[in-house]
């Protein structure tokens, strides 16, 4: 064992009745990273009872896409049937794993559930992720490949074309979901993509109904829209920008009043709050209270637009888990998204409950 392994078994001799969080406050380190260190103790057999695991009562589960992002930048316009000079950048990402890493952040204890290839990638992922995140639950198939997006980019940023490896995600089935059902039902919020197919997200919802799980549902883009559940009671948030609400509703958002029709409907659907996004013109956002528009923050210069979107939801959560009021969850959400697109990173480094709160004031 190493030092920090020897101190989490002291600790747990002491006293095995510790949670998780006094032992990470205990040893200095994070929740996720303990998390980490216990697992591959029990997978050794240094601890075989689980007695000083206890339930979180803030605790969140993110179920979904965990990826490596590459993005080829031309040095020049495409040019078909030969090669094209570029510069190449990557970053680790994933609807899932970037709402999980973001609440994280925000000191809220997180775990993963996806599935992996046992592969340089995820080794990435596991790297960028474990401090912040809980991966015990992780499935890492043989012979897999590790969810990947690659876009190639004109000098101007346009998308020339892009590609998505993604078919991993068709194992994030029912029966994977059941095998970690404790993980779910321990939870306050669960929070699913849809990177995992139309029976993993009913299949999500029915136990969160039963569990007493809230659920956030995040879209990944319009044509997975199909995979959104036939009944959306049990849904506490739905959060989606606007050409996959057009997807879901069949009806174009154009303007204020059919914006805020747009949320009316996802409302009538089952939907206990409802977002519907628009980039720079803000957020229509409401429940049964009413339904309002938000302005996006300001006089931000964009730096890169990865993990804006990822960036408002977790802001959102994070004020519904602190218990603000409606209008200042959506707030945290505008106010983190707007960081995110000026710091150039996917998941911003300097974030916390902390800073994001100062933010907010800076910004009101």
Request: charged share 25%; with cysteine.
């Amino acid at each position: 064992m190493n030092e920090k392994e020897a101190a989490i078994v002291e600790l747990i001799r002491r006293n095995p009745y510790l949670s998780q969080q006094e032992m990470a406050e205990t040893l200095g380190i994070s929740r996720p990273a303990l998390a980490n260190l216990i697992s591959g103790l029990m997978r050794r057999g240094v601890i075989r009872g689980r007695a000083y695991i206890l339930a979180d009562d803030n605790h969140v589960v993110a179920i979904g896409g965990a990826n490596v992002d590459r993005k080829f930048h031309l040095n020049a316009s495409a040019q078909a049937g030969t090669s094209n000079p570029s510069t190449v950048t990557s970053s680790v990402g994933g609807v899932a794993r970037n709402v999980a890493e973001n609440i994280g952040r925000l000191g809220h204890p997180v775990s993963l559930l996806t599935v992996a290839g046992n592969d340089a990638d995820w080794q990435r992922i596991e790297q960028a992720t474990s401090s912040h995140v809980e991966l015990t639950d992780v499935a890492l198939l043989p012979g897999r490949t590790t969810g990947s997006y690659s876009a190639v980019l004109n000098p101007d940023g346009e998308m020339v074309v892009a590609m998505a490896d993604m078919d991993i995600y068709d194992d994030l089935s029912p029966d994977y979901i059941d095998a970690h059902a404790s993980v779910l039902t321990r939870s306050a919020l669960a929070v699913i993509d849809l990177n995992c197919p139309k029976e993993t997200v009913a299949h999500v919802q029915e136990l969160s109904r039963q569990s007493g799980t809230e659920l956030a549902v995040v879209p990944v883009s319009s044509p997975k829209m199909d995979r959104m559940p036939d009944d959306l009671k049990g849904i506490t948030w739905l959060v989606c920008n606007r050409d996959e609400t057009e997807t879901y509703t069949g009806v174009p958002v154009e303007d204020e009043s059919s914006w805020k029709e747009a949320v009316r409907f996802l409302l009538d659907k089952g939907v206990e709050n409802a977002v519907v996004t628009s980039g720079a013109r803000g957020v229509m956002a409401g429940n049964r209270d009413g339904i309002r528009h938000y302005p996006a923050i300001s006089d931000i210069h964009v730096e890169d637009v990865t993990g804006a979107g990822d960036a408002f939801v977790s802001g959102v959560l994070h004020g519904h888990l602190s218990g603000l009021d409606f209008d200042e969850k959506i707030r945290c959400g505008l106010v983190n998204a707007a960081k995110t697109l000026a710091s150039g990173a996917t998941v911003r480094p300097e974030l916390s409950a902390e800073q994001l709160k100062t933010e907010m004031e800076e910004l009101r």
